[in-house]
């Protein structure tokens, strides 16, 4: 039974959460259906998405975040991020439920600005939408915008599709775009991204895998990774697929593989993507981190293997001055990078009819070790300066390049690529 909603009939009345509320449990109490909003504003704090129960919003419907933190309630799956904050209140939210969607070409702008950072509710900020423990979901063709924190946050959720979802978000910290944690047979396609943090990131934060995951032409830009598998990583990522898809202006390296907390990465395809203005714009690397998440924790690192990369056009660029975490961030001068761990290599990796132009531009080789990424927050620019400027290997088994171009757009001292195996800093 579908529920409409006209905001013109309810005059000056602020807050709406009470009413789409109620219009969300009597659609599931008859078995399901959607919650249409008309065209109009509906200020509104948590709403609880519901069994079979879809939110449409027609074109020009808006559904904005209340500015008053107590409008988000903590709910029952809560939880404590990579930085230490408790994170978990969110604006549409969803617990174990089933046959549930976001759909037509309305807005939800999460006003995250109303939370900026210095501010008492910083820390506890609402995600735009988070979904937990749910199935069958669908979320098509709506506008995301200015998100407190996370804009979708997708937990241990089955059989998802995001398709022709725009999401525009660079209006606080940890502004992500879509995080995929612990998820199996997800579709993101057709998306249209710009995100102040990672804009598609697979996490897993409670040992469930993080499998079965296609992404899909889609556009992205961002300040920091562009696609990334990582950081929180107690569980497994396998199976997944990039293709299609457009980065362009990416800040903190277009693509990341970053497992530190011992999950495995096994199988991960990135195919037929552009890379336009982007830093990095591969990166690779092991870590032994080892933090816990939600009780689970893993005693060793995980393994990376089975990694393809293929017909990759890429201009890359370095990233801009500053520093990040102590360490200076514009000495990322850029290159492929695949890095493994002592004892434990990144294995079966190909690149595959491959187009890098590198920046180059460097005056001076290295002549001191990389470091081991060790315990650290994962970012590329910590093993800069390099000692190449195209491709740099550590510690990798079965490593393959066919019909592959790298080339400097400024003359460099550095030999294009580097390896180094254990016990050895050798070229």
């Not at 579709?187 to 991204?193: F, N, Q």
């Not at 990135?270 to 933090?291: D, H, K, W, Y």
């Not at 132009?357 to 315990?375: D, L, Y």
Request: aromatic letters at 8%.
């Amino acid at each position: 039974m579908d529920q409409r909603i006209d905001r013109s009939r309810y005059g000056r009345e602020e807050n709406m959460t009470r009413v789409i509320q109620d219009a969300f449990d009597r659609c599931a109490s008859s078995g399901g259906g959607r919650v249409i909003l008309a065209p109009g504003m509906y200020v509104c704090g948590t709403l609880r998405l519901q069994d079979r129960v879809v939110l449409w919003l027609e074109r020009g419907a808006v559904i904005l975040g209340s500015e008053n933190i107590e409008d988000y309630p903590e709910n029952e799956s809560c939880f404590t991020d990579a930085v230490g904050h408790v994170r978990g209140r969110a604006l549409l939210y969803g617990y174990q439920k089933e046959g549930i969607g976001i759909g037509g070409p309305g807005m939800v702008d999460g006003r995250g600005y109303r939370f900026p950072e210095g501010s008492p509710a910083h820390l506890i900020r609402p995600f735009l939408v988070r979904l937990v423990e749910c199935r069958n979901v669908k979320i098509l063709e709506t506008s995301f915008v200015q998100a407190a924190a996370w804009c979708l946050h997708l937990q241990d959720c089955r059989d998802v599709q995001i398709q022709r979802a725009v999401i525009r978000s660079r209006c606080n910290g940890n502004n992500d775009g879509i995080d995929l944690d612990g998820c199996q047979n997800v579709t993101v396609e057709g998306c249209v991204i710009d995100s102040g943090d990672d804009a598609i990131c697979l996490k897993s934060t409670s040992g469930n895998p993080c499998t079965s995951i296609r992404v899909a032409d889609c556009t992205v830009t961002s300040r920091w990774a562009g696609f990334k598998i990582g950081t929180e990583s107690v569980g497994d990522f396998a199976d997944i697929t990039v293709e299609k898809c457009r980065f362009f202006d990416v800040e903190g390296c277009a693509v990341k593989i970053v497992p530190v907390d011992g999950g495995n990465v096994e199988n991960v395809t990135v195919r037929n993507v552009e890379m336009l203005a982007c830093t990095g714009p591969v990166f690779i690397s092991n870590g032994e981190r080892l933090r816990r998440y939600l009780d689970q924790k893993r005693e060793q690192p995980g393994r990376i293997r089975g990694i393809l990369l293929e017909r990759i056009r890429a201009d890359v660029r370095k990233a801009k001055g500053g520093t990040y975490q102590g360490k200076p961030w514009g000495n990322a001068d850029g290159g492929v990078v695949i890095s493994g761990l002592p004892g434990n290599p990144v294995e079966s990796v190909t690149i595959r009819q491959c187009r890098f132009s590198m920046p180059g531009g460097s005056k001076e080789r290295r002549n001191t070790p990389v470091p081991e990424m060790g315990s650290q927050y994962p970012e590329f620019h910590l093993f800069d300066p390099l000692p190449a400027w195209a491709l740099y290997q550590r510690y990798t088994k079965d490593f393959k390049i066919e019909d592959t171009e790298f080339t400097a757009r400024e003359r460099d001292v550095r030999p294009a690529a580097v390896k180094e195996e254990e016990d050895s800093h050798e070229v």
